[in-house]
């Protein structure tokens, strides 16, 4: 039997740059991640136990122990909790990733948010003897949809500080992180967009995205209930929510011209409605023949 490829080969990996104003810091976003993501969005169960993950994680190619230590990193990054059933444990999604995960989906059909004159912002001054906090906030407030406006200032449309909740928290004594506003008019406001999320990127990511999933849809014939079409499904899917993350989904006076994202979201809901119930079908058969 030949086994199956390992598709999160050549998917997109974001990683985190260490320059404080690079507008490419971001969390790093693994596709072996994103993987177990879509496992739990498309079985319809909020907890899954660990020898069915690592067996479904083997339909993409991915081997038993490689699957078992992906899981333990991330249940040390909180984006996955353990509960002991017997000798068995079972995961659910968690924190901050496991929130963007359950919403991203439905995100994706609402309005962005209306431009009211201003940013808001989080303005933080971190000692060097503080970096990994620094580190950890940059990295989860970039997670959840801020921008660079420059060192030491996060921006937002809406307030988003309550996603990062348990960051600011945790803020050292000598350090500072301070909410605010920066009003600007619309012109200002769309042209520091571009760099504080870099939208230019961003733009020819999407649309590389759409036509790869238009050039799907042009595929001949009618997938299949089976591990092919789950892997096929995945590799045109899992990059893609990855790379939204980048996506602000910011009031149209400040986008682009000509930005990707409707005719992103019209392909991927054809390719959904194409590739998702056959792939569905395959994996709560599988579930069934390991959890039964």
């Known amino acids: 039997m030949v086994p199956p490829p390992h598709v999160t080969k050549g998917l ?25 993501a879509t496992l739990f969005q ?7 136990p660990g020898p069915v993950l690592v067996a479904l994680l083997g339909e993409f190619g991915i081997g038993e122990a490689a699957a078992r230590r992906h899981l333990a990193r991330m249940r040390e990054d ?16 968690s924190g901050t990733f496991g929130d963007r995960a359950r919403r991203l989906g439905t995100d994706l059909g609402t309005p962005p948010p209306a431009w009211e004159g201003h940013y808001h912002a989080l303005l933080f001054a971190v ?13 989860i407030a ?19 500080s309550g996603e990062l909740a348990g960051v600011l928290s945790g803020c050292p004594d000598d350090a500072r992180v301070t909410p605010a506003t920066i009003g600007m008019d619309v012109e200002e406001a769309a042209r520091v967009a571009v760099p504080a999320w870099d939208l230019d990127d961003v733009a020819r990511t999407l649309t590389g995205h759409a036509e790869r999933l238009e050039a799907a ?22 990059a893609l ?31 959904r409605e194409r590739f998702q119930p056959p792939a569905v079908e395959f994996l709560h058969r599988r579930l069934s023949e390991l959890d039964p």
Do not use: C
Not at 42 to 48: F, N, P, Y
């Open 142 to 160: 970039t997670y959840v949809g801020y921008g660079v406006l420059q060192p030491g200032v996060l921006i937002s449309v809406p307030d988003r």
């Open 42 to 48: 498309m079985s319809g169960k909020t907890h899954l």
């Open 127 to 139: 000692p060097e003897s503080r970096r990994a906090y620094r580190d950890r906030l940059r990295r």
């Open 78 to 93: 909180d984006q996955l909790s353990g509960t002991r059933d017997g000798r068995t444990t079972r995961y659910r999604m």
């Open 241 to 271: 929510f990855i790379d939204l993350l980048r996506d602000p989904r910011l009031p149209p006076e400040l986008r682009p011209p000509d930005w990707p994202f409707a005719r992103l979201l019209r392909a991927m809901g054809e390719a």
């Open 12 to 36: 997109t990996v974001v990683t985190a740059n260490a320059m404080e104003g690079s507008p490419a810091s971001r969390a790093r976003r693994n596709p072996t991640t994103g993987l177990v």
């Open 217 to 238: 849809l042009r595929e001949p014939g009618t997938p299949a209930a089976d591990g092919s079409t789950l892997r096929r499904l995945a590799d045109l899917f899992n």
